[in-house]
């Protein structure tokens, strides 16, 4: 997907959760990593990626349209996009397959039948098939995690952001996720995640934007990013995060 952020910010209030970030990623890259600190603004930044909050000032274009910065105009941006967060948003008291279908149905205006052919094709390929009739609280965090990833790219997003889907996980359940969305980075699928799964992001990732205080310090491929980090903000980041 061809990027173009320029001097980008969003501001609650005092807090500058993205303050005048500008990055330009041409067509090649098909899979955005984002990492940094607690705080340092990567769900911020992934949220205005997606549509889910108008900046404060500055523009983005994907694919070299801006995204537009009426409610209306934004709402139908963020419909095409799939959302993933770090705690299984699933409705508790419907069955994986209604989380799936029901917002097909609802919001894609897809008929019921088209929808939950769609949701038995997308949970067969993250071996969710014989879940699809349980509750959430029957399901394990890493099962949990698998149907809201089905939920989240059934409609075939344009993008697909994921904010730390494995952070609430127990590590066992982090790689069957991981499986999954690596899965999903090898079918073409574009992403951009926020993660503190520092491997995955250098294996997986076409580009890495490091994010501290809602700066951008630093990006890059990843390879170079983690090898030889430029600034000493990432150096001694990288240095804790990785010393165990
Ligand atoms: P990260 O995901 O890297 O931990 P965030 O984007 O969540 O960072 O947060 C960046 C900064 O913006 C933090 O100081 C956070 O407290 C603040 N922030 C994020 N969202 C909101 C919000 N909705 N209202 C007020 N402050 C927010
Ligand atoms: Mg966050």
Not at 43 to 59: N, Y
Not at 114 to 122: C, F, T
Not at 134 to 153: D, F, V, Y
Request: proline share 4%.
């Amino acid at each position: 997907m061809s990027i173009e952020i320029r001097d980008l910010s969003k501001h609650y209030g005092t807090t500058r959760a993205i303050d005048g970030v500008s990055l330009i990623l041409d067509d090649s890259v098909q899979v955005l990593a984002l990492i940094g600190p607690s705080g340092g603004g990567k769900s911020t930044f992934l949220r205005l990626l997606g549509g889910l909050e108008i900046p404060t000032s500055g523009l983005i274009r994907i694919d070299n349209t801006e995204l537009p910065k009426s409610e209306k105009g934004i709402m139908d941006f963020r419909r095409r996009n799939g959302f993933l967060f770090q705690s299984f948003n699933l409705f508790p008291h419907l069955t994986a397959l209604e989380n799936i279908v029901l917002p097909l149905v609802e919001v894609h205006h897809r008929t019921r039948d088209a929808a939950i052919a769609r949701a038995h094709e997308v949970v067969e390929r993250f071996g969710m098939s014989a879940h699809l009739g349980k509750m959430p609280a029957e399901l394990s965090g890493g099962q949990q995690q698998r149907i809201a990833l089905a939920r989240a790219m059934a409609h075939e997003p344009a993008l697909l952001l994921l904010d730390e889907p494995t952070s609430a996980l127990d590590p066992e359940m982090k790689a069957e996720v991981l499986e999954v969305i690596a899965e999903l980075c090898q079918a073409g699928q574009r992403i951009v995640l926020s993660t503190h799964e520092m491997g995955f992001a250098r294996g997986t990732a076409d580009e890495v934007v490091f994010l501290a205080n809602g700066r951008l310090v630093e990006s890059g491929k990843g390879e170079s990013l983690f090898k030889t980090p430029q600034t000493e903000v990432v150096r001694s980041f990288l240095g804790k995060v990785m010393k165990w």
